[in-house]
T-cell receptor, first 110, second 116 residues
Framework: RKEVEQDPGPFNVPEGATVAFNCTYS??????FFWYRQDCRKEPKLLMS???SGNEDGRFTAQLNRASQYISLLIRDSKLSDSATYLC???????????FGTGTLLAVQP | SAVISQKPSRDICQRGTSLTIQCQVD?????MFWYRQQPGQSLTLIAT?????????ESGFVIDKFPISRPNLTFSTLTVSNMSPEDSSIYLC?????????????FGQGTRLTVV
């Protein structure tokens, strides 16, 4: 089983739609969780950290479910500029090394 | 935010040669990280480079193949040695956020390496 698993997509959604991505992780000792965004042929950029209580940043909401070992990212009112690959990232627990998921591709259509 | 300048942005190299990738940060950071991203894959950590000590390599990566220098708190290099086509990949450096300590908060633009 992969340490971090994501649905690769693609998720094709119309502008204005709400879309949610889930990500599962295997190490119950993981303590830090992040979502990154990677545009085509660009470097990853940190989108947001994910806190136990859940957190919101504008149109983006991240949730953590420790019992089920998954994190989610919700994007409301999708924009064309949201089109990118979203990487779920989890620390390994014991070593603090970050483990990157393979990403979920989002394509927002006009 | 920290600004990272990574060079070269791309290169095409002959097999058997070596390429050194440079990463310059505009802030002092304790930890710098080197990653590889192969086509269609996610990022894989090669090694962690702390200033003043030898780099720590992940399983599957060795110093002879990927020597790393970290001469000060704003600069690091990764060398891909004795290259083969299997080394064709994107190589990225990353640093922690010097203000919040969030690890790998910032990435360089990446070096797209093709070995022929």
């Amino acid at each position: 089983r992969k340490e971090v698993e994501q649905d690769p997509g693609p998720f094709n959604v119309p502008e204005g739609a709400t879309v949610a991505f889930n990500c599962t992780y295997s190490n119950s000792a993981s303590q830090s969780f992040f979502w990154y965004r990677q545009d085509c042929r660009k470097e990853p950029k940190l989108l947001m950290s994910v806190y136990s209580s859940g957190n919101e940043d504008g149109r983006f909401t991240a949730q953590l479910n420790r019992a089920s070992q998954y994190i989610s990212l919700l994007i409301r009112d999708s924009k064309l500029s949201d089109s990118a690959t979203y990487l779920c990232v989890v620390n390994s627990g014991a070593t603090n090394k970050l483990i990157f998921g393979t990403g979920t591709l989002l394509a927002v259509q006009p | 935010s920290a600004v990272i300048s990574q060079k070269p942005s791309r290169d095409i190299c002959q097999r058997g040669t070596s390429l050194t990738i440079q990463c310059q940060v505009d802030s002092q950071v304790t930890m710098m990280f080197w990653y590889r991203q192969q086509p269609g894959q996610s990022l894989t950590l090669i090694a962690t480079a702390n200033q003043g000590s030898e780099a720590t390599y992940e399983s599957g990566f060795v110093i002879d193949k990927f020597p790393i220098s970290r001469p000060n708190l704003t600069f690091s290099t990764l060398t891909v040695s004795n290259m083969s086509p299997e080394d064709s990949s994107i190589y990225l450096c990353s640093v922690e956020d010097p203000w919040t300590g969030v690890p790998e908060a910032f990435f360089g633009q990446g070096t797209r390496l093709t070995v022929v």
